[in-house]
């Protein structure tokens, strides 16, 4: 519990404002409510990733007064290169644009005025969300890559069964031996052995 309120009092917020009228408030706000956190404002007109870059925050907050579709293109492209916690509060109500800031990569969306004893379990909350989101893409990823070597190693031993006659478990074997004498993955051996297959049939037909 020690650690964790360590790492708690010692967060780094970046503040972006989409309008130029609230970052001030908002960062004496969050100063008000914690004097732990470190509050860093984007520049006027400094770009969503570039903050990111020069701040190495642990969480931004987009503070928007409508909605701006150029602002979540910057989110996406947070999102793609430097995943982080990401809280959207937006004074225009908007179904639409939430959808969309949602799919973006926001983790935690708010439309109106926040009561300052809201901003803790909201921050905590956006957190956890992107802790759990975070988890289960790592998942998918992990899923995928099974699926990609499997059809890998599969259409391996499937060459080995056309051209070498092999059975398709000698032709598995001849794979885990070849990757155990190489010392690599099973996946990266079949890889390898359908690329050379591939130059060979190219060759073939100059």
């Not at 999102?79 to 990401?86: E, F, I, R, S, T």
Request: glycine letters at 8%; a negative charge.
């Amino acid at each position: 519990m020690a650690l964790a309120h360590e790492v708690w009092a010692c967060m780094k917020i970046l503040v972006a404002d989409g309008d130029g009228g609230h970052a001030d408030e908002l960062s004496a706000r969050l100063k008000a409510l914690d004097d732990g956190f470190e509050v860093i404002l984007a520049a006027i007109g400094e770009n969503l990733l570039e903050a990111v870059r020069r701040a190495s925050p642990d969480v931004v907050i987009v503070d928007m007064g409508r909605p701006d579709r150029d602002g979540l293109d910057s989110v996406r492209a947070l999102n793609a290169q430097a995943m982080l916690p990401v809280l959207m509060f937006i004074d225009e109500d908007d179904p639409h644009f939430m959808e969309e800031a949602i799919a973006a990569g926001v983790s935690s969306y708010h439309v109106g005025g926040v009561a300052p004893a809201a901003i803790k379990p909201i921050l905590r909350t956006a957190m956890a969300v992107f802790k759990r989101m975070r988890g289960l893409q790592a998942r998918l990823t992990e899923v995928e890559e099974q699926a990609e070597a499997r059809r890998a190693i599969d259409a391996a031993k499937r060459l080995l069964m056309s051209q070498e006659k092999m059975s398709e478990p000698a032709a598995h074997r001849f794979l885990q031996r070849r990757a155990m004498a190489q010392q690599k993955k099973l996946k990266d051996v079949a890889l390898g052995m359908l690329r050379g297959a591939s130059a060979k049939g190219e060759q073939g037909r100059e």
